[in-house]
């Protein structure tokens, strides 16, 4: 049985087209936790739901955040199989199957979908394409093993609780799991694809909240995360394939310049 969880906060511009996604595959259950939304999600999603039984509507009156959803969901979810994602992201056909697929294996725990970017025009586009297209190089490698929270499926059960402070969710439900031995994999045909930044600041606030997830799960565990700014350093050499002229040179070192402002800007945040 597959339960897709969405965590959403005002997303009536998108939230039906991911719905509709998802009814065309075979899942048992679409669970949405719209927390504090003031526009009209929750009409949309209820409206839908006297069509489609699977569709099940959990409302809260006030913002709780992402992680507090994803507890949510982890704990009342009815599928053995929980397919994370998020209320303005776009499925390819057959992800449900090619991710549940995987757990015929009983040591896989977890497993992350691809990220593609929604519209790659415009330099902060490019550099969600540059971004994107260096995870799926580390991961079809198992160089970097983790999950991206706009498409990963989980097993239920393994992982009851993530902290509700964190702004990472999706690093410490991919950490539960391999603390208790399960695999973290990739299925690279499972994409998923996602509306960038718009402007600048938008980017660097993006990616400086990601790192200081980094940043809190580096200081509770007391050891090297997954991504650091030391292995920022490694993404040097990939962002730099790039580079064909003038005008992608310049980008892809803005592209480098402006994650290692988010590193700063993350570490001032968190500490």
């Known amino acids: 049985m597959i339960t897709v969880g969405i965590a959403v906060h005002n997303e009536e511009k998108t939230i039906e087209k991911v719905i509709s996604l998802w009814q065309a595959e075979p899942v048992d259950e679409i669970l949405i936790i719209s927390s504090g939304s003031t526009d ?27 992680p507090a959803a994803i507890n949510k969901i982890l704990s009342i979810a009815k599928g053995s199989t929980i397919i ?21 294996d009983e040591k896989i725990g977890i497993v992350a979908g691809r990220v593609v970017p929604l519209d790659s025009k415009g330099i902060s586009g490019y550099w969600m394409k540059i971004s994107c297209d ?9 160089i970097e093993l983790d999950v ?77 995360t997954r991504r650091s700014p030391g292995k920022e350093l490694s993404y040097i050499g990939h962002a730099l394939k790039y580079v064909r002229g003038p005008k ?14 988010a590193w700063l800007l993350a570490w001032s945040f968190h500490f």
């Open 248 to 261: 992608s040179a310049l980008a892809v070192t803005s592209y480098l310049l402006l994650n290692a402002a």
């Open 148 to 224: 991206t929270g706009n498409l990963y499926a989980v097993k239920k059960g393994i992982v009851q609780k993530i902290p509700e402070n964190t702004t990472l969710d999706d690093a410490y439900v991919a950490l539960g799991i391999a603390k208790k031995g399960y695999k973290v994999i990739y299925e690279p045909k499972a994409i998923v694809r996602v509306k960038g930044a718009k402007t600048v600041g938008d980017y660097i606030t993006q990616k400086a909240r990601t790192r200081v997830g980094w940043y809190q799960i580096l200081n509770s565990e007391k050891k090297e």
């Open 134 to 142: 260096i995870l799926h190089e580390k991961r079809s490698n198992n």
């Open 40 to 66: 009209s999600t929750d009409r949309i999603v209820k409206t839908m739901s006297q069509k489609d039984t699977r569709i099940r509507l959990i409302t809260e009156p006030e913002k709780k955040g992402k």
């Open 84 to 104: 994370m994602t998020d209320g303005d992201v776009f499925i390819y056909p057959g992800a449900a199957s090619l991710l549940e697929n995987h757990f015929r």
